[in-house]
C-alpha cells in the first residue's frame, strides 16, 4: 500500500504489440530515501513525458526493424494456410486444411472467375473463412455479424496479393505518421522483404499469373490500401 506523498519506482519494460507501445509492469515497490532528488524528478512536464514517450518509442521501433530485417515475423498471427513453426515462432509451416482452401482460391482467380463469384461458392459450400477457423483454433478472437462468418470479397483480394503464399516475407508495409497517431500510411520503400522466408502455398507461375490479371483488369497492384478509415474502423469478423 502507498501512501499519498509516496514515490514508487516502476521496474518493467516497454514492448510493441501491433504497432502500439505497451508497458509491460514486473514490479512497482516505494523508493527508498536518500534514492531520489525531487528536484530532479518534479515536476515533469506535458513536453517532459511527450520527449520521452517519443525517444522510447524510437527505440522500440528501431530494435523491430532490426529484427525485421534478419528475416524474423514479429506478427502475432501467421496468414491464413500458414502457421507459426513450433520451433521457431520467427516462421511458418503450412497448416494444410488450411492450404487446400487457399490454393483452390488462387486456382479460381486464376482460371478467369471473379472474387464475388468465389465468394458465393465458399459460402455455399459452407467453406469456414479464416476468422472462423482462428477462432476455432483458439489463435483469434471474432464475433461474426449476423451471427454468421462469411467469405468477403474484399479479404479474398488481400489474399490473392499476400506475397506469403509464394515463401516471400514482407514487413514493414505501414507505419504511423508520427507518435501517438493510429494513421498509418505505405511506404513501398520502407517494406522489408525476406524472399524464400518459408515453404510456399502457391507456385510463382500461379502467382504470377494472378498478378497479370490484376494489372489486365486496371485494379492497383499493392500490399495496402491507405485508406482514411484504416486504423479507425475494425472488421466485426475479423
Known amino acids: 500500500e502507498f501512501e499519498a506523498l509516496d514515490y514508487i519506482a516502476v521496474v518493467g519494460d516497454v514492448t510493441s504489440f501491433q504497432g502500439a507501445l505497451q508497458l509491460n509492469i514486473k514490479r512497482v515497490r516505494k523508493v527508498r530515501e536518500g534514492e531520489y532528488d525531487p528536484k530532479e524528478y518534479l515536476p515533469v512536464s506535458e513536453k517532459d513525458i511527450e520527449k520521452m514517450y517519443l525517444v522510447t518509442s524510437m527505440k522500440v521501433k528501431a530494435s523491430m526493424r532490426a529484427v525485421k530485417e534478419q528475416g524474423k515475423y514479429v506478427g502475432s498471427v501467421a496468414p491464413f494456410g500458414d502457421a507459426k513453426d513450433p520451433e521457431d515462432r520467427h516462421k511458418f509451416v503450412i497448416a494444410e486444411d488450411e492450404a487446400v482452401v487457399v490454393r483452390r482460391l488462387f486456382r479460381m482467380y486464376a482460371d478467369g472467375m471473379s472474387t464475388v463469384e468465389i465468394a458465393r461458392i465458399f459460402n455455399e459450400e459452407g467453406i469456414k473463412p ?101 486504423g479507425r474502423v475494425t472488421c466485426g469478423c475479423c
Not at 158 to 170: E, H, I, P, S, T
Request: hydrophobic residues 35%; charged residues 35%.
Open 130 to 230: 479464416p476468422s472462423q477457423v482462428w477462432m476455432e483454433k483458439g489463435i483469434r478472437a471474432a464475433s461474426p455479424k449476423g451471427g454468421t462468418f462469411v467469405w468477403q470479397h474484399s479479404g479474398m483480394l488481400r489474399m490473392l496479393k499476400n506475397r506469403a503464399y509464394v515463401g516471400d516475407l514482407v514487413q514493414g508495409v505501414t507505419e504511423c505518421r508520427k507518435i501517438r497517431d493510429d494513421r498509418r500510411v505505405t511506404d513501398p520503400e520502407k517494406w522489408i522483404i525476406t524472399e524464400n522466408h518459408h515453404e510456399p502455398i502457391i507456385d510463382r507461375e500461379t502467382f504470377d499469373k494472378v498478378k497479370a490479371r490484376f494489372q489486365k483488369t486496371g485494379r492497383k497492384w499493392k500490399q495496402r490500401d491507405d485508406h482514411v478509415l484504416v
